[in-house]
């Protein structure tokens, strides 16, 4: 059994809880990931209270290891998403 839950299978929650048709779910999804991905974008943080917040953050140029070759590299420096869980979310997930 796939313990992961698919887009697909969100929207149709969304859509049966919403009480709406399924594109028009995907529509209102498809809006907030690309709303959510603008603002990060223009370096803002997204704050959903109770559930959690987007930000990013600057990872410096590092050294690795290339794990086919063994070889030692550099990493570039990247800007990369994160998440924080909520208070709320964060006590609903203390009780699992």
């Known amino acids: 059994m796939n313990k992961n839950l698919t887009k ?3 929207i149709s929650i969304a859509a049966k809880d919403a009480g709406l048709t399924r594109s028009k779910t995907e529509e209102v999804l498809e809006s907030i990931l690309e709303s959510i991905k603008e603002n990060l974008v223009m370096g803002k ?3 959903l209270i109770g559930f959690g917040s987007f930000s990013t953050i600057d990872k410096k140029e590092r050294k690795g290891v290339n794990p086919q ?3 030692g590299m550099m990493i570039p420096a990247r800007t990369t998403a994160k998440f924080r869980a909520g208070k709320l979310l964060s006590n609903t997930l203390k009780t699992v």
């Open 8 to 10: 697909s299978q969100l």
């Open 45 to 47: 943080k997204v704050n």
């Open 69 to 71: 070759t063994g070889k």
